[in-house]
């Protein structure tokens, strides 16, 4: 454990912060699984509503930097075409 006050402090921080962006890529993942499991089913309208739900927590989880743009950016363009696929 840190002695320096600012050093207990980050230590504070960075565990809130790392739990923040636990929750927030659970969330994410979660979406993911959503849109796959309705693929799976071959449901089309409902993998098309699933991707709309996952594009935008995959685009706040970027805005808040718990993802690279680019990261987000692979994980649309591969959920929007396996969407495409099922159409």
Partial sequence: MANIKSAKKRILVNRTKAERNKAIKSGVKTSIKKVYAAIDAKDADAAKEALKNATVAIDKATTKGVYHKNNASRKVSRLTKA?????
């Avoid at 969407?83 to 159409?87: D, E, Q």
């Fill in 83 to 87: 969407v495409n696929g099922i159409a």
